[in-house]
């Protein structure tokens, strides 16, 4: 399944939307998405997971990486909506408070 993603601005959050699997193969389209969307004037980055149904340890590289961009840009970045199994595997790695999920 090929990575399809979008990016919308609105009262100065940037919601990258990504959907498709996330792996090695593509992650740094998602990398470069939320680079993009970091370096704008966006006070928050919201990654929504809702139409990804599997990513792997590349593509959660990726989000750790965002997260700690973010935090010295002074930017929040959340991740939301992962699907049940995606949050199960960024739960199992304990990066999902890191990533600012919440339920």
Same mark, same amino acid.
């Given at each position: 399944?090929?990575?399809?993603?979008?990016?919308?601005?609105?009262?100065?959050?940037? $919601?990258? !939307?990504?959907?498709?699997?996330?792996?090695?193969?593509?992650?740094?389209? *998602? +990398?470069? %998405?939320?680079?993009?969307?970091?370096?704008?004037?966006?006070?928050?980055?919201?990654?929504?997971?809702?139409?990804?149904?599997?990513?792997?340890?590349?593509?959660?590289? $990726?989000? !750790?990486?965002?997260?700690?961009?973010?935090?010295?840009?002074?930017?929040? *970045? +959340?991740? %939301?909506?992962?699907?049940?199994?995606?949050?199960?595997?960024?739960?199992?790695?304990?990066?999902?408070?890191?990533?600012?999920?919440?339920?």
């Amino acid at each position: 399944m090929a990575l399809s993603i979008a990016t919308t601005i609105e009262d100065q959050t940037a $919601v990258v !939307v990504a959907e498709g699997e996330v792996d090695v193969s593509c992650a740094s389209e *998602l +990398r470069d %998405a939320i680079n993009t969307a970091l370096e704008g004037e966006a006070t928050q980055v919201t990654v929504d997971l809702a139409e990804v149904p599997y990513i792997d340890s590349t593509g959660i590289g $990726v989000l !750790v990486g965002a997260a700690h961009r973010a935090q010295e840009a002074g930017v929040a *970045l +959340r991740v %939301a909506n992962p699907q049940r199994n995606v949050r199960r595997v960024l739960d199992m790695l304990a990066v999902s408070a890191e990533l600012g999920i919440d339920d």
